[in-house]
């Protein structure tokens, strides 16, 4: 068959969640005399413009079922769009079976990517996960020698163009099916990082016994330079593991690699030989979120609680003067209400009964604090899965070790030792000097936005964060992630629009801004006051565009990366 060869477009099959540019895709295969056939909310959307459309019941003879789990799944769908028509004896079988077939299929997919981004339940995640969008799409782009396959809304204009210029070439029809298995690959993708993800909540093995023994555990912690070193730590069964000093892990970062877990220093243990109170054991993952989360909290002087995910906090406060842990802690859950969702809460002060309340309704993976009041540690165990940990107080001078192929990175600990951490030598480059609540904020969100992975803005108000950017590729990304965050997490009462946090806030960069145009993200937003490093040879510009808009500036000199 030649590559030019068009197919007409007679008949398309139309079923879309997000239905943008729905209604113009109707005009342009109406105008073209295409027979559009639909399901539910995508044929009401295009009746409800003026077109005409047959639904798929009426073709299938069966209603849509189980809540819409089964609408496409039929003979007279399926068989209409794999009919290989170069085939005569298909081509004979359809007509047998009174199978009209389709020239186009334009599907895409329920948004689960999106449902877990923004901290869906498990019954909404797993409602989210499409069956026959991904069906139909894959089985259009087979059979692309016959059928055209659209799953990019920016698609829409070039498929109503070819049915009015006679159907797409099979290169074309190739090129749309090569898209299409793409992108039932990245969803695939999706749904298998986040179903792995779930095997965390599941005991899937017994912790092994304790112990200690220095040599071994020190290989263990990176200490040794090369892979084969450590390699025979995890060949070791577990009777020999635990004689050796090292506690046998589920699995490690996921469940397809083994892990172990050691104490380096019997005299100080740390998080690795954290007293364990109540709740399942911890995993690796626990132990990385874990480990930044004490660090988060003990980087602050008053009473702090951190909430991390992923190794990225998502709440984080201190409590006033006049406040308790409980009320940290309550700003800090409010910083990301649905990210705190199986995150890991650390504390720097004793956990009290009122703020053991507060967690105990939220799904919390770990919890850690130097020591829990009696009342509120029983709270705390009447949650079986909770792992509670006791921990002293975290050191904020030491040195780090991260190994890499070949070796080992070694560097001393960022524990705000810099010059430019002390507030009384930070530089006013725009803007009014900052009042006394408002220098404090600026304080709180310098001291905290080390915890985020870079690129890192952390917006804060009232000594909590209220919106954080992180780990994002460039800066510009991050300013605009803070905002969204800000403006869209905040709690508020059902129906109503969440609140602005980011207008009044004050923000926070880890590095400085290679141009204005992020400082301008923040301005636009209504931030009051930036405190970040200076340093880029367009700090001018960005001195400029806070003098402009009245933003207080600081310069603080130091950067503080964490990658």
Known sequence: MSTTTRRPIRRALVSVFDKTGLVDLARDLSAADVEIVSTGSTAAT???????????????????????????????????????????????????????????????????????????????????????????????????????????????????????????????????????????????????????????????????????????????AGESGTDGDSAFLLDMDDQEAAEAGLRTLRYGENPHQRARVAVIDDENPGLAG?????????????????????????????????????????????????????????????????????????????VTLAMAQQVKPVFTEVILAPAYEDEALELLRTKKNLRILRIDERPRTGVEIRQIWGGSLIQETDSYQAEGDDPTTWTLA?????????????????????????????????????????????????????????????????????????????????AFFPFADGAQILIDAGVSAIVQPGGSIRDEEVVEACRAAGVTLYLTGTRHFAH
């Open 46 to 220: 295009i009746r409800e413009a003026g077109f005409a459309v047959v639904d798929v019941a009426e073709v299938t003879g069966s209603p849509e079922m189980l809540d819409g789990r089964v609408k496409t799944l039929h003979p007279r769908i399926h068989g209409g769009i794999l009919a290989d028509r170069r085939l005569e004896d298909h081509r004979s079988q359809l007509e047998d079976q009174g199978i009209t077939p389709f020239d186009l299929v334009v599907v895409n997919l329920y948004p689960f990517e999106d449902t877990v981004a923004a901290g869906g339940s498990f019954d909404e995640i797993i409602e989210k996960i499409d069956i026959g969008g991904p069906s139909m799409v894959r089985g259009a782009a087979k059979n692309f020698a016959s059928v055209a396959v659209v799953v990019d809304p920016e698609d829409y204009a070039r498929a109503g163009s070819a049915a009015k210029q006679g159907g797409f070439s099979l290169a074309e029809r190739q090129e749309l099916a090569t898209i299409a298995f793409g992108r039932t690959s990245e969803y695939d993708t999706a749904i298998s990082d986040w179903m792995l993800g779930q095997l965390e909540d599941l005991d899937l093995e017994d912790e092994q016994a304790d112990g200690a023994d220095r040599a071994p555990a020190a290989a263990a």
């Open 430 to 510: 725009a803007g009014d000097a900052a009042d006394e609540r408002t220098l404090a904020d600026l304080v709180f969100a310098w001291r905290s936005v080390r915890a985020v992975k870079s690129n890192a803005i952390l917006l804060a108000k009232d000594l909590a964060a209220v919106g954080i950017g992180m780990g994002q590729v460039n800066r510009l990304d991050s300013c605009r992630l803070a905002v969204q965050r800000a403006n869209t997490l905040g709690e508020h009462a059902e129906g109503e629009q969440a609140p602005e946090r980011a207008r009044g806030a004050v923000a926070a960069s880890d």
């Open 274 to 350: 954290a007293e364990q109170l109540g709740g399942k054991a911890m995993s690796f993952n626990n132990y990385v979120d874990a480990d930044a989360a004490t660090r988060a909290a003990s980087d602050h002087d008053q009473p702090c609680v951190v909430v991390m995910k992923h190794n990225n906090p998502c709440g984080i406060a201190v409590a006033t003067a006049d406040e308790d842990i409980a009320s940290a802690h309550a700003r800090a859950h409010g910083t990301d209400p649905l990210s705190a969702y199986g995150g890991v809460i650390a504390s720097n002060r004793p």
